[in-house]
C-alpha cells in the first residue's frame, strides 16, 4: 500500500561526501513531515534531520552545517546531502515519512534502512 524505500549509501573515506534519497510510494495524496534518523552499531536510533510539508528543517547539533535535507514534493522524495562526513558520521540510516489519511489520523512509515560507513 505504502513504501518507503532508502537509497545511495555506501562506503566513503573521511572528509567525502554521500547523498541519500528516500521515495514514497503507493496510495497517498500527500505527505507531512519527513526526515533521517540513523543507528550506529550498538547505539540507538537517533534524529538526524527533520523537514516539514512547508520547508521548515531541523538537524541534530553533530550534522548542522555537513548536512542538508530537501524534498521534492511532487515525486514524494526526501534527500539528505551528508558533506565532510566523519566516521562517527557511520550507520544506518532510516527514512521515516507521515502521512495523513482520511481518517483524521497521521501514519508514520520507515524504509528498510541503507548502510553509511565512514572509513579514517
Known amino acids: 500500500q505504502v513504501q518507503v524505500m532508502e537509497s545511495g549509501g555506501g562506503l566513503v573515506r573521511t572528509g567525502g561526501s554521500l547523498r541519500l534519497s528516500c521515495a514514497a510510494s503507493?496510495?497517498?495524496?500527500?505527505?507531512?513531515?519527513m526526515a533521517w534518523y540513523r543507528q550506529p552499531p550498538g547505539k540507538q536510533r537517533e534524529l538526524v534531520a527533520r523537514i516539514s510539508s512547508i520547508g521548515s528543517t531541523n538537524y541534530a547539533d553533530s550534522v548542522k552545517g555537513r548536512f542538508t535535507i530537501s524534498r521534492d514534493g511532487a515525486e514524494n522524495t526526501v534527500y539528505l546531502q551528508m558533506n565532510n562526513l566523519k566516521p562517527e558520521d557511520t550507520a544506518v540510516y532510516y527514512c521515516?515519512?507521515?502521512?495523513?489519511?482520511?481518517?483524521?489520523?497521521?501514519?508514520?512509515?520507515w524504509g528498510q534502512g541503507t548502510q553509511v560507513t565512514v572509513s579514517s
Open positions: 503507493g496510495s497517498m495524496l500527500s505527505i507531512n513531515d
Open positions: 521515516n515519512v507521515e502521512l495523513p489519511f482520511p481518517d483524521g489520523l497521521q501514519y508514520y512509515f
